[in-house]
């Protein structure tokens, strides 16, 4: 026998199973004799006792089997037979290990040879129930079975299918043939309403025939109602439903039952199934369920192979209607608290309103720098001093060697005293010849004396102001000959600096003089000093790969920890503008420039 008719004849079991068990209890009741009552019990998987056979059948012996439960329930507990008294009786036994069955009886006669007589039938006779349900048992396990290769084989079948139309071409036509059906249709849900996609046994048709138009309104009818619809109903219930569009398309083609069931995925009903088929092979309720499953399966396959086949837009919508749903309907507490926290930081970025701010390297150096150079050719003879020293307005910082220049001082000096006397002796004589070139000789001799004297002067090296030795450490050269001209040392004056800025390329269009900033060193990371743009130079230099423009700002704020040479970051603030438009200015700006020097 075939899957499809195993399953066709499914309906009909619970009847004769019920009608075995029943004639089984009743032979027995009468075999026994003077049995009252009787009850073949089953226990659930609750702990509750159902009926499954009553002896006699009649609404009086299900009332009065209460008091036999007990009884069943003790007998059971202690796995044998019981009898009591008042003529009560019971049997338990298990057909397959894992089931609790009991055979109650009332009986009118009370004595223990009636009774082992009774028990001693009944331990015979229970082999009939217990082999029925064995059988009973493998014939649902073989309907499984049967179910689940048919589930396979239209699974297997639909999902071989390339592409939706022809899936869905696929599942009409074998379940045409599983359930023996003279057509079944699929509808596929689209916003509200639903859409004819597969006939089976027909690959063309077209949805304004009548009879096409007809079967789809019986599915939208079914469709809006969220149920499986017939005509006519296959129960009590179903006949309470609205079907006005099913009864019509069962009169327009005559002689078949309609059926229409709502396949539904994700709790979204995505397909609708019509069947038509003669009434005789109307299916039951439990083979409805199984279709209807059946089909819900292949539902989801179609679902796939229809997102696949969908436009870049329309999955794009999708995607973005379905995040919408999550964020803005129930539950997904942490969606919806990140989407608070991205807005947040929105209203931040385009509201909060930010400084936009040149970033320039610093160096701090005096308002003005002299240096100290050698006056002449000579020797070191002192260096008290050296680089990062302060020294007061006269004070030495250095001195050279100047023994020469006495010994020079000296002999102008005998010199112009040789002249002197030679001019009182020529003017004594009367010599006017002789005394004009004594004369000349003691001009020059005292012109001589004079530059000795000023070289003398000019060996003490000192400070014209109140400054700080910026270079020069000539400790190390003391003796040492010395250039005229050559630079000995760089004073710097004290509380009086100045502040050379090295700003980017892309920033010198920003800065402009009168700016303020803020100003931060190296050595003092926790003091910041408020500085003022004076002016900016055509000089630059390149440091690092990166091309850099000189600036000049002066401090707005003194200190007397500041030294020249120190170095640090200053922050000129030139504009202010939208938080995210000062994050994203100079990526921007290269972006830009990137564009402009390569797109045409």
Request: glycine fraction near 6%; include cysteine; proline fraction near 4%.
């Amino acid at each position: 026998m075939t899957a499809e008719a195993r399953v066709r004849e499914e309906s009909a079991t619970s009847s004769q199973e019920w009608a075995g068990l029943q004639d089984w209890l009743e032979g027995e009741s009468r075999a026994i004799g003077a049995v009252q009552l009787a009850l073949l019990l089953r226990r659930d998987e609750r702990g509750e006792w159902q009926p499954e056979a009553v002896y006699p059948l009649s609404h009086d012996s299900v009332e009065s089997s209460a008091s036999l439960l007990t009884v069943a329930d003790q007998a059971v507990e202690e796995d044998c037979p019981l009898a009591d008294n008042a003529g009560r009786m019971a049997f338990p036994f298990s057909p397959d290990g894992s089931e609790a069955w009991c055979f109650c009886g009332q009986l009118d006669k009370v004595g223990d040879e009636y009774i082992d007589a009774a028990f001693s039938r009944l331990n015979l006779s229970v082999r009939q129930v217990v082999a029925w349900r064995l059988g009973q048992r493998l014939q649902t396990a073989e309907q499984g079975r049967d179910r689940l290769l048919l589930a396979h084989r239209l699974l297997a079948v639909v999902a071989e299918q390339q592409d939706y139309r022809h899936a869905a071409q696929a599942l009409v036509n074998e379940l045409a043939v599983v359930l023996d059906a003279d057509r079944v249709t699929l509808g596929r849900v689209a916003g509200d309403r639903v859409l004819l996609v597969a006939i089976s046994n027909s690959a063309d048709f077209k949805q304004h025939q009548t009879q096409a138009e007809q079967i789809r309104l019986a599915m939208q009818e079914a469709h809006e109602q969220g149920r499986v619809l017939s005509s006519p109903p296959l129960d009590e219930a179903a006949a309470a439903a609205l079907h006005h569009e099913q009864d019509r398309l069962a009169e327009r083609v005559g002689g078949i039952q309609v059926l229409t069931l709502p396949l539904q995925v994700g709790g979204r009903t995505t397909e609708v199934v019509c069947i038509e088929q003669p009434p005789e092979q109307a299916p039951a309720s439990q083979r409805v369920a199984f279709v209807q499953a059946l089909a819900t399966l292949a539902a989801s396959i179609l679902r796939d192979k229809a997102r696949v086949a969908r436009p870049l837009p329309s999955i794009v919508r999708e995607r973005a209607g379905e995040q919408l749903h999550r964020l803005l309907g129930r539950g997904y507490l942490g969606r919806k608290l990140l989407a608070l926290l991205l807005l947040g930081v929105i209203a931040l970025l385009v509201l909060v309103p930010a400084p936009v701010e040149v970033v320039a390297e610093a160096r701090l150096e005096g308002a003005r720098q002299t240096a100290l150079v050698a006056p002449f050719d000579g020797y070191l003879k002192e260096a008290p001093l050296r680089a990062g020293d302060a020294v007061l307005k006269g004070g030495e910082v250095g001195r050279l060697d100047d023994a020469e220049l006495e010994l020079e001082r000296l002999r102008w000096s005998s010199r112009v005293a040789q002249l002197e006397r030679q001019i009182q002796v020529a003017r004594a004589k009367g010599d006017r010849g002789d005394l004009q070139e004594r004369q000349a000789e003691l001009a020059e001799a005292r012109a001589e004396l004079a530059l000795t004297r000023s070289r003398l002067s000019r060996t003490r090296l000192e400070a014209p102001f109140d400054a700080l030795i910026v270079q020069g450490d000539l400790s190390q050269r003391l003796g040492g000959a010395v250039k005229q001209g050559e630079q000995l040392f760089l004073l710097a004056p004290l509380n009086r600096y100045r502040v050379v800025l090295k700003v980017p390329e892309s920033d010198v269009g920003l800065l402009a003089p009168t700016q303020q900033g803020t100003l931060v060193f190296d050595a003092f990371p926790d003091l910041e000093l408020p500085v003022q743009v004076r002016r900016l130079t055509s000089e630059s230099v390149i440091e690092d790969g990166q091309h850099l423009f000189l600036g000049e700002a002066g401090l707005e704020q003194q200190s007397q920890a500041l030294r020249p040479g120190l170095e640090g970051v200053a922050r000129v603030r030139v504009a202010e503008a939208p938080l995210w438009q000062v994050l994203v200015r100079r990526p921007w700006n290269w972006v830009r420039l990137w564009l402009w020097r390569w797109l045409p």
